[in-house]
């Protein structure tokens, strides 16, 4: 029978670089359970290739609306693509007649991350079921275990890309695309802006106004989020779901008025979308104050998209939702942001947090006061 030929690569800034037999007895990096990098892409192969490939063959007829045949199958290139704190994911080639047909697999090598995934996997099904008329997270396709291993395959977000916090030349603060195609390069302050503008649409969209479920956790520094960007437009995707419950300890919805959850949401949402690490692995980051005007643009342009539901359930439209953050004195606000500091204080954040909290509280009252 055909054995399309498999080939394995590691992504880095400088390009695919091949994986040798040395390579392989090294252990992935930043992971505790010392995986090598052979069990590693064993595992994905041995997951790929199950009962002859066939759970990709049926993928492959979704993505392509035909079926296609093993031996239509030329080569496999499997590509670590980085090592989170949670998965070692990598990307999936598949060769057809020249053509490239991407996905993606998560991998979770240790008991406390296999539940993580497992987790995920059944999270993002949910989204894909209750989220119709949205496309910004991966679409999973299947799962199992492999080796000790728990692996996902999913929607690979082709031209897509990590983003961070850096320091320029200048030691100017910008946003760094991780671009390992065309080169890592700095993003405008019209790019940025649009860039964190749609991340806080994002996940205002998902936020639910009755049950007061959210994404939660996620961060910047994780490279949850990835963007695209063609012909100077931003496209942006959410990669991951740990979570998707109410925080801040509302959980008995009935004793808690949603206007009040949405609010704390809003104020959780501005000081979540200030943070970041430096490179993505440096000192954590604080975003300069353009990203609490991003994070009132995109969160009312969600709001705006739910408002239906959102007059349902609380018997408020967008304008008179604005009205109300705009009666709240400096003093108030203060008040509003305690509980969420409380509960946030033992997060590795916190300190940074506390540092920037007064001039972010003036900064966000001044930008709602001048919304129209």
């Not at 670089?17 to 069990?39: I, S």
């Not at 983003?163 to 019209?190: A, C, M, P």
């Not at 408002?307 to 004195?329: A, G, P, R």
């Not at 305690?338 to 900064?363: C, R, T």
């Amino acid at each position: 029978m055909h054995e399309p030929a498999i080939e394995y690569n590691v992504a880095s800034p400088y390009g695919n670089l091949p994986v040798n037999k040395e390579d392989l007895h090294l252990p992935l990096e930043g992971d505790k359970a010392r995986t090598p990098y052979k069990r590693y892409f064993g595992a994905i192969k041995a997951f790929i290739s199950k009962d002859h490939y066939k759970f990709i063959l049926k993928v492959l007829k979704e993505q392509l609306s035909h079926s296609i045949t093993l031996e239509e199958i030329e080569k496999i290139i499997i590509k670590a693509q980085k090592h989170g704190a949670f998965y070692h994911p990598a990307s999936i080639e598949i060769l057809i007649n020249n053509k490239a047909i991407n996905l993606g697999v998560n991998v979770a090598t240790e008991k406390d991350k296999i539940q993580w995934l497992e987790k995920e996997f059944f999270l993002l099904k949910n989204f894909e079921k209750n989220f119709k008329d949205f496309s910004y997270l991966p679409k999973v396709f299947g799962a199992d275990y492999v080796d000790n291993m728990f692996i996902t395959l999913i929607e690979w977000f082709d031209d897509y890309h990590e983003f961070h916090l850096s320091l320029d030349e200048k030691k100017q603060s910008k946003i760094i695309l991780w671009d390992f195609k065309n080169g890592y390069r700095y993003l405008t302050k019209v790019q940025t802006f649009a860039l964190y503008r749609e991340i806080a649409k994002i996940l205002t969209l998902y936020y639910d106004i009755k049950t007061f479920r959210q994404i939660y956790p996620w961060h910047h520094a994780a490279g949850d989020f990835v963007a695209q960007i063609k012909d100077n437009k931003i496209a942006v995707k959410l990669t991951t779901v740990r979570g998707y419950e109410p925080i801040i300890g509302f959980v008995k919805t009935d004793n808690i008025n949603p206007i009040f959850a949405l609010i704390q949401f809003f104020l959780m949402l501005s000081l979540k979308m200030r943070l970041d690490k430096f490179d993505g692995m440096g000192k954590i980051g604080w975003l300069e104050d353009f990203c609490v005007k991003a994070t009132i643009e995109g969160f009312f342009e969600a709001l705006k998209m739910k408002e239906k539901e959102m007059f349902q359930i609380c018997e408020v439209s967008c304008d008179e939702f604005l009205e109300l953050l705009k009666s709240f004195t400096k003093k108030e606000v203060e008040s509003l942001f305690a509980p969420l500091l409380d509960w946030y204080q033992q997060e590795k954040d916190f300190p940074v947090i506390m540092d920037n909290i007064k001039g972010h509280i003036s900064s966000l009252c001044s930008l709602i006061h001048s919304n129209e």
